[in-house]
């Protein structure tokens, strides 16, 4: 199985943003509904934004109204536009399906400091 590649973190202050971008297989990406997860040290890994094969989107609380998720399906690429980044949006970044059952990639790594 194909796992998805991640790419578009690093280092950026607070209030910064970031675009992520994830490419996932042709068949896993256009059957089934997308998400942006991120595990931060010492969490468990959760789920920020829902992109669904429609293009609707839902998102956690915590980046509700900073977070804008997208999807072009001509090139099986699913992106994440990060606005207003907090410290505590530090994480490392992984796409997946929603619910979650294809292979993990290897993430991105984003760090909101000053």
């Known amino acids: 199985q194909v796992q998805p590649v991640e790419s578009g973190g690093g280092l950026v202050q607070p209030g910064g943003s970031l675009r992520l971008s994830c490419k996932a297989s042709?068949?896993?990406?256009?059957?089934?509904?997308m998400g942006w997860y991120r595990q931060a040290p010492g969490k468990q890994r959760e789920l920020v934004a829902t992109?669904?094969?429609?293009?609707?989107?839902n998102y956690a609380d915590s980046v509700k109204g900073r977070f804008t998720g997208f999807r072009d399906n001509a090139a099986n690429t699913v992106y994440l536009q990060m606005n207003s980044l907090k410290p505590e949006d530090t994480a490392v970044y992984y796409c997946?399906?929603?619910?979650?059952?294809?292979?993990w990639g290897q993430g991105t790594q984003v760090t909101v400091s000053s």
């Open positions: 997946n399906t929603d619910p979650a059952y294809a292979g």
């Open positions: 042709g068949i896993i990406f256009k059957l089934n509904d």
């Open positions: 992109i669904a094969r429609s293009g609707s989107t």
